[in-house]
């Protein structure tokens, strides 16, 4: 992946043909978040254990399936994770919890929060508790951003594929960075008090808050106070466009899907963008709702993202993906990301596995 974020290391966990799955891994906390969650048995278990957040963009099996691999790893940890995805996402999870018995639960165990997220954005919240055996209550509603702490926050719209599916944008949270030339514009001189500027950046903790600052001017350089130092910051922090990362697969070409996807995702960092067929496979990508080449490169000439990364290939076109990269055309100024065709070990036959032997 490319590496034009401060705070977020996206990885794909999978190939081309296989089913997708996006990690967002928080540098400066080491959690993580993630997109989709199909097979998805070749994780490391600590890598289940890092997640705080799942965004689901529908309920497809090869986009769901893993939602059982994450309850295997995670359901004896003392967390809260949270699991977002369209209308009915949470009788879903329902009928997961059912399929097994939980006579051992115990009180230390974590829960899940399912929020189901309608085509108005509003937030539906039902939290499963695990030290009661997955027992249902509900949490009410909300509006605004689906999920946010200080270094991200994650957005979404609803798209269709003759269901509703979810597209997410996720932002980088803004970072402290002074601009040398508007602190000599300002005559502010570099010191120890930068770093209690950043804590208060940090903290939150900036608007109205009075700090001491270094002032340089033709008498030397002396101590002055601000009383707000969030006023202080805007006048010489470098200003930067966040960086930002779009999540959207399994959706049919149409004028309202582009417009949906427009609002939310033009201009992103990191595109990660469904392609599932080839040019001559357009009345085939129709017909099942998905993208083909020709709109892939539509849909880039929009949104112009810095980067994109193709993925979510039709199993159909199992000779490979050269032909799927030839036939894109990324607008100027997009970078095409290429990944392996699979990235999951290939299935084993019996005649593979090792016999008992006598001992």
């Known amino acids: ?101 939980w006579n051992l639960a115990d009180t230390f165990w974590g829960n899940f ?23 249902a209550s509900r949490e009410g509603e909300r509006n605004g951003i689906l999920y946010e702490n200080r270094h991200l926050k994650v957005t979404s719209t609803q798209c269709e594929h003759r269901i509703p599916v979810m597209a997410y944008r996720v932002d980088e949270g803004a970072a402290f960075v002074v601009d040398e030339a508007r602190m000599a514009a300002e005559g502010v001189v570099r010191g120890n008090w930068l770093k209690e500027m950043e804590r208060l950046f940090r903290d939150g903790a900036m608007e109205g808050q009075r700090i001491s600052y270094l002032h340089g001017g033709d008498g030397g350089v002396e101590e002055r106070w601000e009383p707000d130092a969030a006023s202080l910051y805007r006048r010489i922090r470098k200003i930067e466009e966040p960086a930002s990362i779009g999540y959207c697969t399994d959706i049919g070409y149409s004028k309202d899907n582009l417009e949906q996807l427009a609002g939310l995702l033009e201009g992103v960092t990191l595109l990660v963008c469904e392609c599932a067929f080839l040019a001559s496979q357009q009345q085939k990508a129709q017909l099942s709702r998905h993208l ?18 193709p993925m979510h290939f039709s199993k159909t076109n199992q000779r490979g993906s ?26 084993i036959m019996e005649s593979e596995v090792p016999r008992p032997v006598e001992i």
């Open 113 to 135: 929060r399912v929020n189901e997220v309608d085509g108005n954005g509003r937030v539906s919240s039902t939290l499963y508790r695990g030290a009661e055996a997955f027992a």
């Open 1 to 101: 992946m490319p590496k034009p974020f401060r705070y977020l290391e996206p990885t794909f966990f999978a190939g081309l043909f296989d089913d997708p799955l996006l990690l967002v891994r928080v540098r400066p906390t080491g959690r993580a978040i993630l997109f989709d969650c199909g097979k998805m048995h070749h994780l490391a278990k600590r890598v289940y254990t890092s997640i705080d957040a799942i965004f689901i963009s529908h309920a497809h099996m090869d986009h769901f399936m893993g939602m059982d691999s994450v309850i295997r790893h995670s359901h004896a940890s003392p967390r809260t994770i949270d699991v977002f995805g369209p209308a009915g996402l949470s009788s879903r999870m329902a009928s997961k919890f059912a399929c097994y018995d």
């Open 322 to 347: 050269e032909p799927l990269y030839q036939e894109i055309e990324p607008p100027a100024g997009t970078t095409v990301l290429k990944i392996p065709d699979r990235l999951t070990p290939r299935p």
């Open 292 to 309: 083909c080449t020709t709109e892939f490169n539509m849909l880039l000439d929009r949104l112009r993202p810095r980067y994109v990364l």
